[in-house]
């Protein structure tokens, strides 16, 4: 049994103001039972506040991005040895939003998780289909490509995470019937056990998209859905406690 893993992820959202809902978050985990890790993962603005806020919390935190080399001349980006130098302990990769607003290809999606794995950091691979490839009924033959191309060879599965997160449901409300999360991710825990990882049954396979206190419950039971990747409803502590105590 995988320990689950909800992960906030803020996109570019929050000021210094933010940092209350991260105190109400730890207020509303003390002395609980909390059965899976909590992560979250705000703009790199404010992840060196937020990481030393979160002290000795269970919360974890990480970046949102990072470049594939370790430093250099790249005006804007950051390296995942700079996430890690202050804490950070993941980073998603690969998200729909970068592969969309910045021309992220899987080529560059997998070096960046070889640049996390290489600095300490836990990537999460983010892959999914567009409404077109669903409708097309490619949803599979996308989740297959992206996997093949995104993820670093030679890993064991407990380095690495991955998430599923049909860019139609991003941020839209809508989500997928159970069934078909279900279907996607038998198909990437299959896929996995045929690829070269190691230990492939130790990756975390999440759902991401509109996911809320209203839904978790139902998507956080589904075979093989290992945790959750929040968005907007991890803005809010009283909505994210929702989803972490589903
Ligand atoms: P959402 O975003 O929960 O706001 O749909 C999820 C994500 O993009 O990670």
């Known amino acids: 049994m995988l320990k689950p893993l909800i992960a906030g ?24 039972d909390v059965t899976a890790d909590v992560l979250i993962c705000p703009a790199a603005t404010l992840l060196d506040r937020l990481t030393a806020k979160t002290g000795d919390s269970i919360i974890e935190t990480g970046g949102q991005d990072c470049h594939a080399n370790e430093k250099g001349a790249h005006t804007g980006d950051i390296s995942a040895e700079m996430i890690a ?3 950070g302990a993941y980073v998603i990769v690969g998200h729909s939003e ?17 640049a996390a794995i290489r600095a ?6 983010c892959i999914g289909e567009t409404l077109e490839q669903r409708k097309a009924g490619q949803a599979l033959d996308v989740l297959g490509q ?14 690495f995470v ?3 997160e049909p860019v139609w449901a991003i941020g839209t409300g809508l989500t997928p019937e159970a069934a078909d999360i279900k279907e996607a991710h038998s198909f990437m825990r299959a896929r996995l056990g045929q690829s070269a990882v190691k230990s492939p049954d130790k990756v975390r396979l999440l759902y991401g998209g509109s996911v809320k206190p209203s839904n978790a419950t139902e998507i956080l039971s589904i075979e093989d859905v290992n ?20």
């Open 9 to 32: 992820n803020w996109k570019m959202n929050g000021l210094t103001a933010s940092l209350q809902e991260v105190e109400a978050l730890i207020e509303g985990l003390q002395g609980k």
């Open 85 to 87: 130098d202050i804490g």
């Open 98 to 114: 970068r592969r969309t607003d910045h021309g992220e290809t899987d080529a560059m999606v997998r070096e960046k998780a070889e």
């Open 120 to 125: 300490g950091l836990t990537p999460i691979i």
């Open 146 to 159: 992206q996997m093949g191309g995104s993820i670093p060879g030679g890993l064991d599965g407990s380095q």
């Open 162 to 164: 991955i998430a599923y």
């Open 227 to 246: 945790g959750a990747l929040v968005g907007g409803a991890s803005l809010k502590a009283q909505d994210f406690l929702g989803i972490i105590f589903h």
